[in-house]
């Protein structure tokens, strides 16, 4: 794959999907997709004002959009060293506590919850769960007036602005705020409990990292000037970069990422997760109560995670307007620099928000948007991977879509609003050859045959890539030849790898599976001897495009002799791949 | 004698979904709204959605797929009345800004490489007006609550919406603000179609213009009212071009007295 230097994203809210291809008894492709088109955000605001930027910016996403606009006025404060006042800052916390309540409470009432009681949507849901339904709609409501009241409307409000806010609150509505927050208390604790006693299914797990903001002074919260990885690694928030390498996928507008090659996840999970320890008050002791070690495996606990974030928020409010209410509102900083380097970053409801600007001579010379979403795709097609093959293992083929679905929705992009997105899709007879076309378009293929000669048919595909060498086709090596070399592939690792296996998977013999190669590595079911070699000689970004064409062996006994159905399995592959 | 409920669809392209997430946000009137009128399709908040015959479709978001371009001749055939619902329907939006020549496909170039995308052709934004017949604007970033409650009662009765036909300006005298061109500060109130209540004035800021031009706006007078306030060509062309993509080029374009 050539590598693209990327630093610009089209949003990723609004029209996706996931999809997932079974080829008998093997899942052989999972692609999490966002259909939205693409706008060049990042380039549109190039050559506009700093004030300008942080006018269009928050427009990538109605549903994130005060964690846009904050993100964006941390990175230009940073860049043109602008230092406000404590009262701005715990107005912004304010402001950013809204959007968390309004988005966790829709996300965990509304499009979450149905599923696990066993509804189609949450209307439907109103009738055997109306005081819930009710509670939800309030906090969401109480979550979009502190919005208004901070930004000036629902969405999209322009009140924030560089320096501090046009414009602050009364006392009187201050307290209002706070009240309310502490009405709401009782209702809250259900939520949490709700939400973290629910029954989640066991399938997907495993192992990710998990990344978020590290607030300042060991507390939890949505902002910071760290990053903090489950590892125990800190990076500043100017070595974002080294976290998020964004790269571009053809299946997708939507700009992805990987932390040194490998996906890690975002979100409240994440927080909870790296901070939870921080946590006090009521939501320390739910996190006490309810958090164990399945939390860092399954990300469906992300709803657990999210209601435990409802609570924190209701809590800090309180705190925050007693400290508001005792300060003078603050002119706006003025500042007369025009020349400097920023990044801002912060949770967003969904996950680690990254601005980053470069402005010279008064104009943006260099825009840098990382989303959460963009950061958490590469998971959500690998969980989704996991449970669809998990789940076929299992024979229970009938639950995937639905368990994909909610997969997805518990990543909490944007586009769960959108209520079916998960597909399953039958392949076809043969469809490894679409598959195979489809390969053939990323590069000319390095082949490597795999197996061993006197275990009959598991000497296939040896025999298939000495065949291959005898058509002239180049770059055909044998496993036993790889032994000697440190990295046979070195010229070619933008080309696809191929490997060429008897491969059992349970099917008639000589049936040919093409599938990516990372999927033979967390499938259980088709584990293989050569792998631990194998990977330790793949860099991740070229496993991503590496494939095994497997064949299914009629037997694997001692001798030499390779069976008819897999003989001729042989011959038509030998015919595709020299097609 | 009762009358069928209207049949009404809400549709999404390119944006970011801040029109139907307001839709969404009215949520004391939401229940009257789903009772009110039949809607057959809104994947936002429900999933038995049905692409048939429509008396009304409301579309949010700018075209900017192939899929997308599709997608909105098909909405324009099974819908009677279109109404375009926010800037991005109804101009362009922030991402149709690239006004110049061959800027879309250099910028589309920069961020995506060469690689081929597999899923649908991406095409420069425009608004729905660049590929179907729309028969009411309600513009916005995003759409008004009550502008567009009123819009909604009135379509449907079957009647045409009432929108304001009058700049932010009104508004904000309305409520009394000072002005903040006369203290120099450049805002876009007097170009900008109404319907926001001139909430960024009301918060001592100058309006962005993110409710798009309003046709009979005076974009000349504004233009060297700006000048007069020593803001450069550029930097003014810029401001009243960043929320309104395509929209706005008539506009710039009729600027009397101004660099071409």
Same mark, same amino acid.
């Given at each position: 794959?050539?590598?693209?230097?990327?630093?610009?994203?089209?949003?990723?809210?609004?029209?996706?999907?996931?999809?997932?291809?079974?080829?008998?008894?093997?899942?052989?492709?999972?692609?999490?997709?966002?259909?939205?088109?693409?706008?060049?955000?990042?380039?549109?605001?190039?050559?506009?004002?700093?004030?300008?930027?942080?006018?269009?910016?928050?427009?990538?996403?109605?549903?994130?959009?005060?964690?846009?606009?904050?993100?964006?006025?941390?990175?230009?404060?940073?860049?043109?060293?602008?230092?406000?006042?404590?009262?701005?800052?715990?107005?912004? /916390?304010?402001?950013?506590? =809204?959007?968390?309540? +309004?988005?966790?409470? !829709?996300? *965990?009432?509304?499009?979450?919850?149905? @599923?696990?009681?066993?509804?189609?949507?949450?209307?439907?849901?109103?009738?055997?769960?109306?005081?819930?339904?009710?509670?939800?709609?309030?906090?969401?409501?109480?979550?979009?007036?502190?919005?208004?009241?901070?930004?000036?409307?629902?969405?999209?409000?322009?009140?924030?602005?560089?320096?501090?806010?046009?414009?602050?609150?009364?006392?009187?509505?201050?307290?209002?705020?706070?009240?309310?927050?502490?009405?709401?208390?009782?209702?809250?604790?259900?939520?949490?409990?709700?939400?973290?006693?629910?029954?989640?299914?066991?399938?997907?797990?495993?192992?990710?990292?998990?990344?978020?903001?590290?607030? /300042?002074?060991?507390?939890? =919260?949505?902002?910071? +000037?760290?990053?903090? !990885?489950? *590892?125990?690694?800190?990076?500043?928030? @100017?070595?974002?970069?080294?976290?998020?390498?964004?790269?571009?996928?053809?299946?997708?507008?939507?700009?992805?990422?990987?932390?040194?090659?490998?996906?890690?996840?975002?979100?409240?999970?994440?927080?909870?997760?790296?901070?939870?320890?921080?946590?006090?008050?009521?939501?320390?002791?739910?996190?006490?109560?309810?958090?164990?070690?399945?939390?860092?495996?399954?990300?469906?606990?992300?709803?657990?995670?999210?209601?435990?974030?409802?609570?924190?928020?209701?809590?800090?409010?309180?705190?925050?307007?007693?400290?508001?209410?005792?300060?003078?509102?603050?002119?706006?900083?003025?500042?007369?620099?025009? /020349?400097?380097?920023?990044? =801002?970053?912060?949770?967003?409801?969904?996950? !680690?928000?990254?601005?980053?600007?470069?402005?010279? @001579?008064?104009?943006?010379?260099?825009?840098?948007?990382?989303?959460?979403?963009?950061?958490?795709?590469?998971?959500?097609?690998?969980?989704?991977?996991?449970?669809?093959?998990?789940?076929?293992?299992?024979?229970?083929?009938?639950?995937?879509?639905?368990?994909?679905?909610?997969?997805?929705?518990?990543?909490?992009?944007?586009?769960?609003?959108?209520?079916?997105?998960?597909?399953?899709?039958?392949?076809?007879?043969?469809?490894?050859?679409?598959?195979?076309?489809?390969?053939?378009?990323?590069?000319?293929?390095?082949?490597?045959?795999?197996?061993?000669?006197?275990?009959?048919?598991?000497?296939?595909?040896?025999?298939?890539?000495?065949?291959?060498?005898?058509?002239?086709?180049?770059?055909?090596?044998?496993?036993?030849?790889?032994? @000697?070399?440190?990295?046979?592939?070195?010229?070619?690792?933008?080309?696809?790898?191929?490997?060429?296996?008897?491969?059992?998977?349970?099917?008639?013999?000589?049936?040919?599976?093409?599938?990516?190669?990372?999927?033979?590595?967390?499938?259980?079911?088709?584990?293989?001897?050569?792998?631990?070699?194998?990977?330790?000689?793949?860099?991740?970004?070229?496993?991503?495009?590496?494939?095994?064409?497997?064949?299914?062996?009629?037997?694997?006994?001692?001798?030499?002799?390779?069976?008819?159905?897999?003989?001729?399995?042989?011959?038509?592959?030998?015919?595709?791949?020299?097609? | 004698?009762?009358?069928?409920?209207?049949?009404?669809?809400?549709?999404?392209?390119?944006?970011?979904?801040?029109?139907?997430?307001?839709?969404?946000?009215?949520?004391?009137?939401?229940?009257?709204?789903?009772?009110?009128?039949?809607?057959?399709?809104?994947?936002?908040?429900?999933?038995?959605?049905?692409?048939?015959?429509?008396?009304?479709?409301?579309?949010?978001?700018?075209?900017?797929?192939?899929?997308?371009?599709?997608?909105?001749?098909?909405?324009?055939?099974?819908?009677?009345?279109?109404?375009?619902?926010?800037?991005?329907?109804?101009?362009?939006?922030?991402?149709?800004?690239?006004?110049?020549?061959?800027?879309?496909?250099?910028?589309?170039?920069?961020?995506?490489?060469?690689?081929?995308?597999?899923?649908?052709?991406?095409?420069?934004?425009?608004?729905?007006?660049?590929?179907?017949?729309?028969?009411?604007?309600?513009?916005?970033?995003?759409?008004?609550?009550?502008?567009?409650?009123?819009?909604?009662?009135?379509?449907?009765?079957?009647?045409?919406?009432?929108?304001?036909?009058?700049?932010?300006?009104?508004?904000?005298?309305?409520?009394?603000?000072?002005?903040?061109?006369?203290?120099?500060?450049?805002?876009?109130?007097?170009?900008?179609?109404?319907?926001?209540?001139?909430?960024?004035?009301?918060?001592?800021?100058?309006?962005?213009?993110?409710?798009?031009?309003?046709?009979?706006?005076?974009?000349?007078?504004?233009?060297?009212?700006?000048?007069?306030?020593?803001?450069?060509?550029?930097?003014?062309?810029?401001?009243?071009?960043?929320?309104?993509?395509?929209?706005?080029?008539?506009?710039?374009?009729?600027?009397?007295?101004?660099?071409?």
């Amino acid at each position: 794959m050539k590598k693209i230097k990327i630093d610009h994203l089209a949003r990723v809210e609004g029209n996706g999907g996931v999809i997932a291809t079974i080829d008998g008894r093997a899942v052989t492709d999972v692609k999490f997709a966002i259909y939205e088109g693409p706008r060049l955000v990042e380039r549109l605001t190039l050559g506009k004002t700093p004030e300008e930027d942080v006018n269009i910016v928050p427009r990538i996403c109605a549903i994130c959009t005060v964690s846009h606009k904050y993100a964006a006025l941390r990175a230009m404060e940073n860049a043109l060293s602008v230092n406000v006042p404590p009262k701005v800052s715990l107005f912004r /916390e304010l402001m950013h506590l =809204g959007e968390m309540i +309004e988005s966790h409470s !829709l996300h *965990t009432y509304y499009l979450a919850l149905p @599923d696990y009681v066993g509804f189609p949507n949450a209307i439907a849901m109103a009738a055997q769960f109306s005081l819930e339904v009710k509670i939800a709609l309030e906090m969401k409501e109480f979550g979009n007036h502190i919005m208004k009241t901070a930004a000036g409307r629902y969405i999209h409000g322009e009140n924030p602005v560089i320096g501090g806010f046009g414009k602050f609150p009364s006392k009187d509505e201050l307290l209002w705020i706070k009240s309310r927050a502490i009405q709401f208390m009782p209702f809250v604790l259900k939520t949490v409990d709700l939400f973290c006693g629910l029954d989640y299914p066991l399938v997907p797990e495993e192992k990710t990292m998990y990344a978020c903001c590290n607030p /300042e002074k060991n507390q939890y =919260g949505f902002a910071g +000037e760290e990053i903090l !990885l489950s *590892t125990g690694e800190i990076l500043s928030k @100017d070595d974002y970069k080294k976290l998020t390498n964004e790269f571009v996928v053809s299946h997708s507008y939507a700009k992805r990422s990987r932390y040194k090659g490998k996906p890690y996840s975002v979100g409240a999970l994440a927080r909870v997760n790296n901070l939870g320890e921080r946590l006090k008050g009521e939501a320390g002791k739910m996190y006490r109560q309810y958090f164990n070690r399945r939390w860092k495996t399954n990300p469906l606990f992300n709803n657990a995670a999210q209601a435990l974030e409802i609570c924190y928020a209701f809590e800090r409010i309180p705190q925050i307007i007693d400290k508001m209410i005792k300060l003078p509102d603050p002119p706006l900083v003025p500042y007369k620099t025009k /020349e400097g380097k920023g990044t =801002g970053i912060v949770e967003a409801p969904r996950g !680690l928000l990254i601005h980053s600007y470069e402005i010279a @001579d008064g104009l943006v010379t260099y825009t840098d948007i990382i989303t959460p979403t963009a950061q958490n795709a590469e998971d959500i097609e690998r969980y989704c991977y996991i449970a669809a093959q998990n789940l076929l293992n299992k024979g229970e083929e009938g639950k995937i879509r639905d368990r994909m679905d909610l997969v997805v929705r518990a990543f909490d992009p944007c586009i769960s609003c959108s209520a079916h997105m998960a597909q399953v899709k039958k392949a076809l007879p043969e469809s490894w050859k679409e598959k195979w076309a489809e390969i053939r378009e990323h590069g000319s293929p390095i082949f490597v045959g795999v197996g061993k000669s006197d275990h009959s048919d598991d000497g296939v595909g040896l025999q298939l890539a000495l065949a291959l060498r005898k058509r002239g086709i180049n770059d055909v090596w044998l496993e036993s030849e790889l032994a @000697d070399q440190d990295s046979p592939w070195k010229n070619g690792l933008d080309r696809p790898l191929v490997f060429l296996d008897a491969v059992d998977f349970r099917e008639e013999p000589g049936k040919v599976t093409l599938l990516p190669f990372h999927y033979i590595l967390s499938n259980t079911v088709l584990s293989h001897r050569l792998l631990p070699f194998l990977t330790s000689n793949i860099s991740y970004n070229h496993l991503k495009n590496s494939y095994v064409l497997g064949i299914q062996p009629q037997t694997t006994e001692e001798g030499h002799k390779i069976s008819r159905p897999v003989l001729q399995a042989l011959n038509k592959v030998l015919k595709q791949i020299t097609n | 004698m009762k009358k069928d409920k209207l049949k009404i669809g809400i549709y999404e392209l390119t944006g970011c979904a801040g029109d139907a997430l307001l839709i969404l946000d009215c949520e004391k009137e939401l229940v009257d709204i789903f009772q009110a009128a039949d809607i057959q399709s809104f994947l936002m908040a429900k999933s038995d959605n049905i692409d048939g015959e429509l008396d009304v479709a409301l579309v949010e978001g700018s075209v900017s797929t192939e899929k997308e371009r599709k997608e909105v001749l098909d909405i324009r055939k099974r819908a009677k009345v279109v109404v375009a619902i926010g800037i991005c329907s109804c101009f362009g939006g922030i991402q149709a800004a690239f006004l110049k020549e061959n800027e879309w496909e250099k910028n589309f170039k920069e961020v995506y490489g060469k690689i081929k995308m597999t899923h649908t052709k991406p095409l420069h934004s425009k608004p729905i007006d660049a590929y179907i017949k729309v028969d009411y604007y309600l513009p916005g970033c995003p759409i008004d609550k009550e502008q567009f409650l009123s819009t909604f009662n009135r379509i449907i009765r079957g009647n045409p919406p009432e929108l304001y036909r009058f700049p932010v300006c009104v508004e904000c005298k309305w409520n009394e603000n000072d002005c903040l061109l006369n203290k120099g500060i450049p805002c876009l109130g007097p170009v900008t179609a109404a319907g926001c209540g001139a909430v960024c004035i009301n918060h001592n800021l100058p309006c962005v213009g993110c409710w798009g031009p309003l046709a009979e706006a005076n974009f000349t007078s504004e233009y060297h009212l700006l000048k007069e306030k020593g803001f450069t060509d550029d930097f003014i062309k810029k401001k009243m071009g960043n929320f309104s993509g395509t929209g706005i080029a008539d506009f710039l374009g009729k600027i009397k007295g101004a660099k071409r």
